[in-house]
């Protein structure tokens, strides 16, 4: 059996994660019409998150995943909201603004992440995470300074607020280990649902698209389903803000799925966002290969 507490599973297991996330953009560019049905498009996928989650846990558990409810406590009611919160935003920037600017706001994570573990966890983030952080923050600078002129205010604003959000989940995994983390993330999908139940009927929408959108949705919630199993299993050893650092392989691989011309977007990055991409790529090169054992462990259930 796998050894879920060995750093040196859990690392491919959060990369992985990322590299799942980062089709996500490619998947929403072939949505028709996406900035006019966010709602039924978060509803859709709220669904297919909350009822994904559910069915593993009860493959997992059996009957008995259900008292995970009852004791998600408050870490995960946070924790659920502020993924919720991310996963909303994450529709509005991306439809707002390029690829590169809403995945750029996304790679701040880890220094979001590594501000609130500091100071609700009290997690020390050691030098050469400083490093690998420091290094990543070079990248992100070129890019920003080749993208800016493509993204707008708005959508740079979701953008941030997205990292906000998952950065709040990202913290809650580590905050009480009898949390049952899974539930968390089905209660993120449930936030999503509700959320946008209310806002389709408040405003007399309908709540389903064409089937050719409704299969996208669904495509995007098991993409973002699968990476969540496997970031919520790494966490079992990572710290908050090296945990959110190895995830930049979502920014990474996002740019690239909508750039490759044989995928149909062509969603061509300029030379300082790929510049930028690499100094990201040897930032997360350079932490796989510095990451000690760590001692603090999540129980996940």
């Known amino acids: 059996m796998l050894d879920l507490k060995n750093e040196k599973f859990a690392i491919p297991l959060v990369i992985f ?3 799942l996330w980062s089709i996500g953009p490619y998947v929403v560019r072939h949505i028709d019409d996406p900035n006019l049905i966010p709602w039924q ?3 859709a996928r709220g669904i297919v998150i909350f009822v994904l989650l559910n069915v593993y846990l009860f493959f997992e558990e059996g009957k008995e995943f259900i008292n995970n409810y009852k004791k998600i406590g408050i870490s995960g009611v946070i924790g659920g909201v502020g993924l919720g919160f991310a996963m909303i935003t994450f529709i509005w920037s991306i439809t707002s603004t390029s690829v590169a600017i809403t995945l750029l706001c996304l790679a701040s994570m880890p220094f979001i992440t590594a501000l609130l573990g500091f100071l609700f966890l009290k997690e020390k983030i050691s030098l050469n995470v400083w490093i690998a952080i420091f290094t990543a923050t070079i990248g992100l600078s070129i890019i920003a300074f ?3 002129s493509f993204g707008s205010i708005i959508g740079l604003l979701f953008g941030l607020i997205s990292a906000v959000g998952f950065s709040v ?7 009480r280990k009898e949390t049952p983390k899974f539930t968390t993330v089905a209660i993120a999908g449930l936030f999503c649902c509700i959320v946008s139940f209310f806002v389709i009927v408040n405003n007399d929408m309908n709540f389903f698209s064409s089937s050719k959108n409704e299969g996208l949705f669904a495509v995007h919630g098991t993409l973002v389903c699968m990476g969540l199993i496997l970031y919520s299993i790494g966490s079992k050893t990572i710290p908050a803000a090296e945990l959110t650092l190895l995830s930049l392989t979502e920014v990474i691989g996002g740019i690239f799925w909508v750039w490759i011309p044989i995928l149909g977007i062509n969603e061509i990055p300029s030379n300082t966002t790929i510049i930028g991409g690499f100094f990201i790529f040897m930032s997360i090169t350079y932490y796989s290969l510095i ?3 760590n001692k603090r462990f999540i129980g996940l259930n």
């Open 41 to 43: 498009y978060l509803f």
């Open 291 to 293: 990451i000690k054992t």
């Open 146 to 148: 080749g993208s800016a």
């Open 17 to 19: 994660a990322g590299l």
């Open 169 to 175: 989940f990202s913290v809650s995994l580590r905050w």
